[in-house]
């Protein structure tokens, strides 16, 4: 069994300018920054999805959950999965 590490230099864990976080494959978006808080995990955290299809979410063992991008299946579970567009450049919020 594997797990992650924290590293450190997760750009998005401090992270709380106004804007949408979007896959970094695909650009579908999957978290607006409205719905980030602050958390003890080295990794950011969401209350919420921005659509009901943003993520998908895959069961790797009883109660451990792989969270992935609904669109294109890239894994969510470092910061570089993550791209962020300021509030400024996004379209319809």
């Given amino acids: 069994m594997s ?8 750009v998005f864990k401090d ?12 650009d ?12 003890s995990s080295p990794w950011p955290a969401f ?3 921005l659509l009901e299809n943003s993520v998908s979410k ?3 063992r009883p109660g451990a959950y792989k969270v992935r991008c609904g669109k294109c299946g890239n894994g969510l579970g470092h ?7 300021p509030k400024d450049k ?4």
Avoid: A
């Fill in 15 to 26: 992270h709380f300018k106004p804007g949408i976080y979007v896959c970094s494959k695909c």
């Fill in 28 to 39: 579908h978006q999957l978290f607006s920054s409205r719905s980030k808080y602050d958390h």
């Fill in 58 to 60: 895959h069961e790797e």
């Fill in 3 to 10: 797990f992650c590490s924290f590293f450190g230099g997760e």
């Fill in 47 to 49: 209350t919420e999805t």
């Fill in 79 to 85: 910061d570089s999965s993550l791209k962020f567009i």
């Fill in 90 to 93: 996004v379209d319809g919020q």
